[in-house]
């Protein structure tokens, strides 16, 4: 296509064929577009939950701004980057699952305590289902060691209205 400098249309459901052959994503939903741009746009900066949860893995918490650098999730109190939004706002929260950290103690930021709910083991990567506070996170990691901490970075928080 390239080579011959020939426009494609793919029309396609499936997500991880979409992120890796195109170089623009439209995408609709009910007929509707709801985002349209380069597939790092899509999955890095979705513009709401369904682009969220329809594109990638997403763990989507609902949230309550407290203060300009604090929310409450039902995993417990998050600290984030500056975001503006207004004190008791309600939001969610999207952190990819690639993006949480194993942590090796209950101290620092953000670090909560985890029970896993579910193991699976790809080889390279293991994808884990926890229960931390009163919520439930999807982690992507290669860690091979059991896990009793997360840890969510600052800058792995992305904020979307609430719907």
Known sequence: QR???IATLLI???QDEALSLADRI???NEG???QSGSPH????RPADAFVAGFVGRANLLDAQVIDAQTVDTPIGRLLTSPHGRAVGSALHVLVRPERIEVASARTGE???AARVL???FFGATR????AAGNGRLEIETAMRDDVANVRVPREAIQFLNAQ
Request: hydrophobic share 40%; glycine share 0%.
């Open 3 to 5: 080579a011959q400098n």
């Open 12 to 14: 396609t459901h499936d």
């Open 26 to 28: 439209v995408l609709m």
């Open 32 to 34: 509707r577009i709801v």
């Open 41 to 44: 746009e899509i999955y890095d």
């Open 110 to 112: 953000n670090v909560f």
């Open 118 to 120: 579910r193991d699976r």
């Open 127 to 130: 994808q884990l289902e926890i």
